[in-house]
């Protein structure tokens, strides 16, 4: 069965902290995602990874950073929180079809998501 | 710029009724369109299309894709309360590029 794992499911941080978001998958799959999800905006994509140590960015990377050391895992660093950063946040991830420069592949299968306030 | 628009953004519906959820894209390098279903948790997929006309079927969902009108849509049919969700549209082109979502609420 197909699982994706987020550290937490809600946190509250104080401006100014920095913040780690762990995603776990135990698919074997090459591409990992995160995005956020605010009201009436949809997900929006923050960063991927095709492949350990590689990352790029993704529509709305600013303010954030992240690190994939082993395949299994992408985590996402926000280095200073701040108020605006307050959202949803959804790791997925996705088997490569046809290599990198085909696409990121298809269906993404998503983690519970972590709820984080900054306050 | 890309985009992935879904109507309406949200409707309230009585157990039984069929409803049509809408997304309609513009996107540089279409290769598939994607349906997720998420109620309180992660996004579950439903569907992929990628061909013009061909229904998918699951149950009382179903979906369809015109790629020269560039929208598809997701039926329900009979709904019921489980059915109650954000359903969330994706096009898949280099990466997947999301709609803002329809959130589906079904009263008993």
């Known amino acids: 069965d197909v699982k994706v794992t987020q550290s937490s499911r809600y946190l509250v941080k104080r401006t100014g902290e920095k913040v780690f978001l762990e995603c776990v998958q135990d698919?074997?799959?090459?591409?990992m995602f995160w995005y956020r999800q605010d009201p009436g905006l949809g997900l929006r994509l923050i960063y991927f990874?095709?492949?350990?140590?590689?990352?790029e960015k993704g529509d709305i990377p600013e303010g954030y950073s992240v690190s994939r050391e082993k395949k299994e895992r992408f985590s996402l660093i926000l280095e200073s929180a701040s108020t605006n950063q307050t959202s949803m946040y959804l790791c997925?991830?996705?088997?490569?079809?046809?290599?990198?420069?085909?696409?990121?592949?298809?269906?993404?299968?998503f983690g519970p998501g972590t709820r984080l306030t900054v306050l | 710029e890309d985009k992935v628009v879904q109507s309406p953004l949200s409707l309230v519906v009585h157990e039984g009724d069929t409803v049509t959820l809408n997304c309609s894209y513009e996107?540089?390098?279409?290769?598939?369109l994607l349906w997720y279903k998420q109620e309180k948790k992660a996004p579950t997929f439903l569907f992929m299309l990628?061909?013009?006309?061909i229904e998918k079927k699951s149950g009382r969902l179903s979906s369809i894709l015109d790629k020269k009108e560039l929208f598809s849509i997701l039926n329900i049919t009979a709904t019921q309360t489980g059915d109650s969700a954000v359903y969330l549209c994706?096009?898949?082109?280099?990466?997947?590029?999301f709609g803002a979502g329809t959130i589906l609420r079904v009263k008993s």
């Open positions: 996107v540089t390098n279409f290769r598939s």
């Open positions: 997925a991830s996705s088997t490569r079809t046809g290599g990198r420069a085909s696409g990121m592949g298809d269906t993404q299968y």
């Open positions: 994706a096009v898949h082109e280099n990466k997947l590029v």
């Open positions: 990628t061909s013009s006309g």
């Open positions: 698919m074997d799959h090459e591409n």
């Open positions: 990874s095709y492949d350990v140590k590689m990352k």
